[in-house]
């Protein structure tokens, strides 16, 4: 199975909770563990302005080319603005579209970096710069790549950006399981939207999943995109939900081996996650990446 990665999907933001860091750790805990060699990691190339207006407005992106967001901006994106972070983020959508390319020609594929699902065509929020997930889904329909695409969205908050910019587009079922009362408090609506009450532990986060995967799933997509967010681990700085590290594997499971079934090519991205000691945020996203690979064969 092949991954995809640069270092350049790093950007020096300061003393922040996002941990701009995990993307390099989890890379060397997946070559160090065996689960992956140096050969299987891919090296994206950025996204092309011309992929990124299938979402994003030219005003926003030259906002963000000539470094004009103002006070406001900066403040509902939660994140410090510098160029280097906009490198980091046009060049991890690139990494995304890779992963697309890369599982409709092989089974799966996995960015290691990627799930930007809070930025909205004209603005960014919670972290989130730029839709990568959006835009690879974009250009796979635009190149004929996929008639029909499925979004399967499990990090722990609602996918706002992505159900906005694919309200009213058929062809892209999208599907977001999330704690209810979290961020964002405004939750536009996709085609299946899951919010799990406070302090949801394993059972019931599992039992939820399997009883709504298969309607999804069912929208016979021709490519699917995972956010497989680590965000809903129990010691989470952000959450409020209370799934193990043995529950996120087995979430994992169930979403990589229901497409596997159905023969969907698959595109996953690690999305969220902010435990208080990133080894145990990256711990969960490399198990992520090792249920890929042996569900992948």
């Given amino acids: 199975m092949k991954a995809v990665y640069s270092q350049g999907y790093f950007a020096d933001i300061g003393e922040h909770v996002f941990p701009m860091a995990k993307y390099r750790l989890v ?38 080319k000539e470094g004009n967001l103002d006070v406001s901006e900066q403040m509902i994106l939660e994140l410090p603005f510098t160029a280097e972070l906009f490198s980091a983020n046009i060049l991890m959508t690139g990494g995304t579209i890779a992963a ?8 799966i594929s996995v960015n290691i ?11 960014g929020e919670g972290f ?23 979004i399967i969205d499990c990090d722990l908050h609602h996918g706002n950006g992505t159900a906005f910019i694919f309200a009213e587009e058929k062809n892209v079922f999208t599907f977001s399981m999330h704690q209810e009362n979290n961020y964002p408090f405004h939750k536009p609506p996709g085609d299946m939207d899951i919010g799990l009450r406070d302090f949801a532990r394993d059972g019931e986060y599992l039992r939820t ?36 590290a043995g529950g996120i ?33 990256c711990g969960i996203h490399c198990r992520t990446v090792e249920i890929c690979k042996g569900i992948a064969g």
């Fill in 27 to 64: 890379r060397d805990a997946l070559i160090e563990g065996g689960i992956l060699r140096d050969e299987d990691f891919l090296q994206p190339s950025p996204a092309s302005y011309e992929d990124l207006l299938l979402v994003h407005t030219e005003e926003y992106l030259g906002k963000l």
């Fill in 209 to 244: 999943l399997g009883g709504n995967l298969g309607e999804c799933i069912d929208f016979g997509p021709e490519l699917a995109f995972y956010l497989a967010g680590a965000d809903i681990y129990e010691h989470d700085r952000l959450g409020g939900l209370k799934i193990t």
């Fill in 100 to 107: 697309s390319e890369t599982a409709l020609r092989e089974g």
């Fill in 113 to 123: 970096g990627g799930g930007f699902h809070h930025a909205f065509p004209d603005h």
């Fill in 128 to 150: 989130c710069m730029l839709n990568d997930v959006a835009v690879a889904v974009k250009k796979a329909l635009k190149e004929d790549r996929a008639g029909k695409v499925l």
């Fill in 249 to 281: 594997a087995k979430r994992d499971e169930m979403v990589i081996g229901a497409l596997r079934d159905k023969k969907i090519p698959a595109a996953v991205v690690l999305a969220g996650g902010y435990a208080a000691c990133t080894g145990q945020t």
